[in-house]
């Protein structure tokens, strides 16, 4: 009876929590990946060459790290709805002031500490996905989730690419695209304040007996995982080996996603505008169904592991594939590829950490595993901007991360997913 109901449950879940979760994921990334579409501008306004542009794209995951963990524990200690209400009107404010850089030392500086605000956000949101969701339909919360990043890249590639054509005001355009798209996550923000609840027991929507119900399924799948310490937790090496697989994810979805529209401008011929917008929205587009369809297949099966494995090696392949064709539409299927399964990858990944720990283990842990592996954001774009440099040609750097994905399907495929931490 209680399966029968708790299957009536899941669908009432996503309905209620997803619509705004989706919102909060979409503006965060459109506000960490729309410096893609500025490139352009920061260079020939700004004065900020390629290897800035990389440096200074990356350097977002350099304050990103620094206060994932305390942001999680305080988010734990009071509650979700509160501190990502506050970690997105502070990023909003943060990422509207990139319009008015002035030379690569303002724009490193509005990078850090556009990281250092959001620094919380993603692992607080995976964090407050189990206070709502067992183990049973995690893979596809998980994966609902994740249609932020390509949903935000379907929709923002072409808002950004005409934001990004159309001076107005005495701005340039790449300047508008910054205040809009950042003010709009500072007003989220604020509505996030009465759209979320902190757990089940607060949410009216929910009837006493389904709330009987998901609290006791919650509650067992809890009693399964290890209540451990935060500072054993964080000195696990298999959380360790974890947060290894989530950098080389991490480095290849990165990697791609902050050189994508330039690389679909070369395939184009055409410099970054609405156009490109346009086209860099295919590979999204795809990833989405992708995500739509896998997660539910391995809920149903429980080998999100090999397939997250799979999905990485693909994306590697199709990476390379991309690098070496000649054709542009080879190319923009490689691509399609190689974006689908950096999408699926970290979204298998989430139910490892998630099914090992609980409580405040759980929040350390997850700050912690994706504090080192959103470094992989840092790493990837200054590797592939120095192999590009040192070769020559654009070729080098999307090989580099093919060797990256392919160290990281090995990886993902001997990763720790047993029940508790010992």
Not at 26 to 54: H, S, Y
Not at 65 to 94: F, K
Not at 296 to 311: E, L, Q
Request: glycine share 10%; proline share 5%.
């Amino acid at each position: 009876m209680a399966q029968a109901q708790l299957s009536s449950i899941i669908p009432k879940l996503h309905r209620n929590l997803m619509p705004t979760l989706l919102m909060m994921y979409m503006l965060a990334f459109l506000d960490r990946a729309n410096v893609g579409f500025a490139r352009e501008g920061l260079e020939t306004d700004a004065g900020i060459g390629a290897a800035a542009f990389a440096f200074g794209a990356s350097v977002f995951f350099i304050g990103y790290a620094v206060l994932e963990v305390p942001s999680n524990l305080i988010l734990h200690r009071i509650g979700a709805r509160v501190w990502l209400a506050r970690i997105m009107i502070t990023w909003g404010l943060i990422s509207a002031a990139t319009a008015f850089v002035q030379g690569p030392t303002s724009y490193y500086v509005i990078r850090f500490l556009l990281g250092m605000a959001e620094a919380g956000f993603f692992p607080g949101v995976i964090y407050y996905l189990t206070y709502w969701y067992p183990a049973s339909a995690r893979a596809r919360s998980v994966g609902m989730f994740f249609y932020g990043a390509p949903l935000a890249l379907t929709f923002g590639g072409p808002i950004s690419g005409q934001l990004v054509a159309h001076d107005a005001f005495g701005l340039h355009g790449w300047q508008i695209m910054f205040i809009v798209e950042g003010l709009a996550a500072s007003i989220g923000g604020i509505a996030v304040l009465w759209l979320l609840k902190d757990g089940p027991q607060k949410a009216t929507w929910l009837s006493d007996d389904e709330k009987a119900v998901l609290q006791a399924e919650l509650q067992k799948d809890n009693e399964s995982r290890e209540h451990a310490s935060v500072w054993k937790t964080l000195r696990n090496p298999r959380v360790l080996f974890l947060a290894l697989v989530y950098f080389l994810i991490q480095a290849g979805f990165y990697g791609l996603t902050f050189f994508l529209p330039t690389q679909i401008g070369r395939i184009l011929g055409t410099s970054v505008g609405l156009e490109v917008g346009l086209v860099s929205a295919i590979p999204w587009a795809a990833a989405l169904v992708a995500v739509t369809i896998l997660p539910r297949w391995c809920d149903a099966r429980g080998n999100a592991r090999p397939v997250g494995a799979m999905a990485l090696a693909l994306s590697g392949c199709a990476l390379a594939v991309s690098a070496l064709t000649s054709s542009p539409i080879v190319a923009m299927i490689a691509l399609t590829i190689a974006a689908s399964g950096l999408i699926v990858a970290p979204a298998m990944f989430w139910t490892m950490p998630t099914a090992i720990l609980s409580g405040a283990a759980l929040a350390g842990g997850i700050g912690l595993i994706n504090a080192i592996g959103n470094l992989g954001g840092f790493a990837a774009p200054n590797l592939r901007a120095a192999l590009d440099a040192a070769f020559a040609n654009n070729t080098a750097g999307l090989l580099g991360l093919c060797a990256i994905c392919l160290i990281g399907a090995c990886c993902y495929a001997v990763a720790p997913r047993g029940k508790r931490i010992t």
